[in-house]
């Protein structure tokens, strides 16, 4: 089955200690994107990814970082987090390129953080 | 730079009537337009795209969307709202500029249907 996997889907952490969600796509798509959802905001991107190594940012970078080591995971860290990004967090991938770019991005279930 | 606007945060319908939800995007050009649907707890669905040709596009679960390039708008429709519909709603645009894909959300319509 084609899907988008977060992990993990709840998060409770504190201020200032690293964090790592992960994202793992099964249809081989070259592009890959992080957004948070805020109540009232919407869905904004944080990075995205075009390729293996090649990175970019979003909207909303500040306080996030990412890899792209290989075309299926895309992981999201928080080095030092803090209470203001408590958000849900999700994970999309879709073709992104040459003849399949007009497909739609395929969503992870996403991933409730809470930093206190 | 492109932005994308649903001007209505909630709308309350009831279920068996028509349902309308707005969305205006600004860009240059026609960008790649979508309207997703997210249940309580859940992930992004797609509910529906466009990319060009007919301007009117059906969906899944009885939606359908038009584009009016007049009005820089992609409205989506439902003739009869059932219970289930009940959810958030966001439309999408989707351009390519040197390869690179960019995609931008609307804030969001969220759906209550009631009796």
């Known amino acids: 089955e084609a899907q988008v996997t977060q992990n993990p889907r709840y998060l409770i952490t504190v201020t200032g200690k690293k964090l790592t969600v992960t994202c793992s796509q099964n249809?081989?798509?070259?592009?890959m994107s992080w957004y948070r959802q805020d109540p009232g905001l919407g869905l904004r991107q944080i990075y995205y990814?075009?390729?293996?190594?090649?990175?970019d940012k979003g909207d909303v970078p500040e306080g996030y970082k990412v890899s792209r080591k290989e075309k299926r995971n895309f992981p999201l860290i928080l080095e030092s987090p803090s209470p203001n990004q408590t958000s849900l967090y999700f994970c999309?991938?879709?073709?992104?390129?040459?003849?399949?770019?007009?497909?739609?991005?395929?969503f992870g279930q996403g991933t409730r953080l809470t930093v206190v | 730079a492109q932005s994308v606007t649903q001007p209505d945060i909630h709308i309350t319908v009831s279920e068996g009537a028509s349902l309308e939800l707005r969305c205006n995007y600004s860009?240059?050009?026609?960008?790649?337009l979508f309207w997703y649907v997210q249940s309580p707890g859940q992930g992004l669905q797609l509910l529906l795209k466009?990319?060009?040709?007919?301007?009117l596009v059906q969906g899944i679960k009885g939606f359908e969307a038009e584009f009016k390039r007049s009005q820089s708008s992609f409205n989506l429709r439902k003739p009869s709202v059932h219970w289930s519909d009940a959810a958030e709603y966001f439309c999408?645009?989707?351009?390519?500029?040197?390869?690179?894909?960019?995609?931008?959300f609307g804030t969001g319509t969220k759906l209550q249907v009631i009796p």
């Open positions: 860009y240059g050009a026609t960008p790649y």
């Open positions: 249809m081989n798509h070259e592009y």
């Open positions: 990814s075009m390729n293996v190594e090649v990175t």
């Open positions: 466009y990319f060009s040709g007919d301007t």
């Open positions: 999309a991938s879709s073709p992104g390129t040459g003849k399949e770019r007009n497909t739609e991005a395929f």
């Open positions: 999408a645009v989707v351009t390519y500029s040197g390869g690179y894909q960019k995609v931008t």
